[in-house]
């Protein structure tokens, strides 16, 4: 049996790994247009390569993807985190869990995860094409013809699309995977960038950048209300960090701009209720009058945080503690409270994963075999399957991978 693997991407390299396993009489060809494996695989979480979740139980895991959570549960049960963990450790990647669940080579290198697989492909002479460009694919009978750029045509009895989205162009997923899986019969639902910081109008968050928080909680407000908590960081041209990754994530099929901007609202201080900030604020100003109030805030947020919170309500940075009136205090409580931003765009270029993808309900979940294409499989980040930031993208990847691998080759 001849089965090509299209994408030498974390997907197409663990699809290559599952078919070699499961039928090593199988001759396994892994197609990939650069001259190396894994580009994207090597820069993930910058340069660290969060490779998984340490989070073990699936419903938990299962939760952290807006879009195919459900099509995603049977190659999650089937090569879970436990098990990429074990498969990676086994593979001479050691790996280390970080107190927020991510997993990571302990090495903290992205270039070891890649290597593992070189190293199995080598032992089991995987036939791995580098520059091999594919531009179309026909099915004749019971075969599959795919022709390249610059090769000669070759023929397959499985073929497994594992091409990626199309963040990140450089890397090498351009988004052909789409019109492919298009020329076999599939349809590609609405593409979105997800994944990303978010440019606000507000210009003074430039003057915080890198200031981080651990826990804010954020309010959007779109088509629909969104909700996410957790850390952020405020950067040159708006707000980033996990919650933000996640938030955008969420948004991601909502269209703002300059001319349709979209509000959020921000809690910088989730874990004090406006009565608590009002009481400690005004406790401490009651025993320095003579102190400037910008003092007495900065014993709440930092000095920078405070500053920007007095010029954006108008007051001036030296009153004292003495010279505030009521409602200037509940003003600043307020801002803090929920501090609202306009955001005029997602970083653009700059998103991790595209969101929207090969229509789910064509492709069968316990295989990943396509339901219009008997023979044809789909892996990865080329499925409408999205997830936030924290490994569980490539959790997706290794999964529909291995699933994808295993049941193309299957006799
Ligand atoms: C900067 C960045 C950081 C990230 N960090 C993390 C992280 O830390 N943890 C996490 O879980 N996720 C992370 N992600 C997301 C994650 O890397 C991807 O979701 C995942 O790599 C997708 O894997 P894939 O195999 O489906 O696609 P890809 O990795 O994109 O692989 C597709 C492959 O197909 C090849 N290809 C494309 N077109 C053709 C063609 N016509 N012919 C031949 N070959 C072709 C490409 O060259 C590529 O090698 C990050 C993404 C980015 C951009």
Known sequence: MRI?????????????????????QAEVFLIERNDSLGKKVIISGGGRCNVTTGIEEIKLVLEKYPRGAKFLNSAIHNFPPRAVQDWFEEHGVPLKCEEDLRVFPASNKGTDVVRAFETFFAKHQTKVLFKHIVKSIEKENNSFIINFKDQKSLS??????????????????AGDGYSLAEILGHQITELAPSLSSLTTKETWPHKLSGLSFLETNFKAFGQKKYQFSGPFVFTHWGISGPAIFALSSLLAFENFDQKRPLKIQLDLLPEKTFEQILAELKNFMDQNLKKSFKYAL???????????????????????????SKQELRKVATWLKSLSLTIIDRRPGHEFVTAGGVELKEVNSSTMESKICPGLYFAGEILNIDGYTGGFNLQASWATGYLAGVSASKT
């Open 4 to 24: 090509a693997i299209i994408g030498g991407g974390a997907a197409g390299m663990m699809s290559a790994v599952a078919a070699n396993e499961n039928n090593p």
């Open 156 to 173: 397959f009895d499985k073929v497994i699309l594992a091409l990626g989205g199309q963040a990140y162009r450089q890397t090498g997923s």
């Open 298 to 324: 900065s014993k709440l947020v930092p000095l920078s945080l405070a500053t920007i919170a007095l010029e954006q309500n108008k007051i001036a940075l030296e009153k004292n503690n003495g010279e505030l």
